[in-house]
T-cell receptor, first 111, second 112 residues
Framework: GQQVMQIPQYQHVQEGEDFTTYCNSS?????IQWYKQRPGGHPVFLIQ?????EVKKQKRLTFQFGEAKKNSSLHITATQTTDVGTYFC???????????FGDGTTLTVKP | DADVTQTPRNRITKTGKRIMLECSQT?????MYWYRQDPGLGLRLIYY???????NKGEISDGYSVSRQAQAKFSLSLESAIPNQTALYFC???????????FGPGTRLTVL
């Protein structure tokens, strides 16, 4: 069954507002990855987190990996219309050999 | 990524027809995957292969089969297509170290 849950499913924001999507696993993860899929496009790798409590930033995007390595978040500060798309997390469960994707959060940004 | 190509990009077929979707990669990765994407359901894994002799079922393999012809090629077949297999299909590759996945552009399949 689904082992990586992602919320919310949809998020509508006004341009300039912040946005956060959360990813939760029932089991400890070896790493977690984040992908972005633009409308009409394919998922594209954004970043990977490996260490407990790790925080990484990419411009307005902040990625966190929980201390227990069971949850992660992606936060976008001051959203822009270019941020629209679906954001997926993918968790690698220890010894599973492959990552499991969350269902994604679709972000729409109103200008 | 241009390193992962899928053919065809779009396909319309009829119920009961056999169809094959093809994926090729030039990244030199051993691991390849087939996913299906439906609106609101994210990416669901159909089959995956860790090398040419290794094929594994994913969470929704019923009604599908695969063939790993070479390290660079991984094909997905629908033996007898049905309308609820209408979806967007993605192929992906990864290397075994970090498991970062690189997706092809997708094949939009419509079964009438």
């Amino acid at each position: 069954g689904q082992q990586v849950m992602q919320i919310p499913q949809y998020q509508h924001v006004q341009e300039g507002e912040d946005f956060t999507t959360y990813c939760n696993s029932s089991t400890t993860l070896s790493n977690i990855q984040w992908y972005k899929q633009r409308p009409g496009g394919h998922p594209v790798f954004l970043i990977q987190l490996v260490k407990s409590g790790e925080v990484k930033k990419q411009k307005r995007l902040t990625f966190q990996f929980g201390e227990a390595k069971k949850n992660s978040s992606l936060h976008i500060t001051a959203t822009q219309t270019t941020d629209v798309g679906t954001y997926f997390c993918a968790g690698l469960i220890t010894n599973a050999g492959k990552s499991t994707f969350g269902d994604g959060t679709t972000l729409t940004v109103k200008p | 990524d241009a390193d992962v190509t899928q053919t065809p990009r779009n396909r319309i077929t009829k119920t009961g027809k056999r169809i094959m979707l093809e994926c090729s990669q030039t990244k030199g990765h051993d691991r390849m995957y087939w996913y299906r994407q439906d609106p609101g359901l994210g990416l669901r894994l159909i089959y995956y292969s860790f090398d040419v002799k290794d094929i594994n079922k994913g969470e929704i393999s019923d009604g599908y089969s695969v063939s790993r012809q070479a390290q660079a090629k991984f094909s997905l077949s629908l033996e007898s297509a049905i309308p609820n297999q209408t979806a967007l299909y993605f192929c992906a590759t990864s290397d075994p170290r970090g498991n970062t996945q690189y997706f092809g552009p997708g094949t939009r399949l419509t079964v009438l």
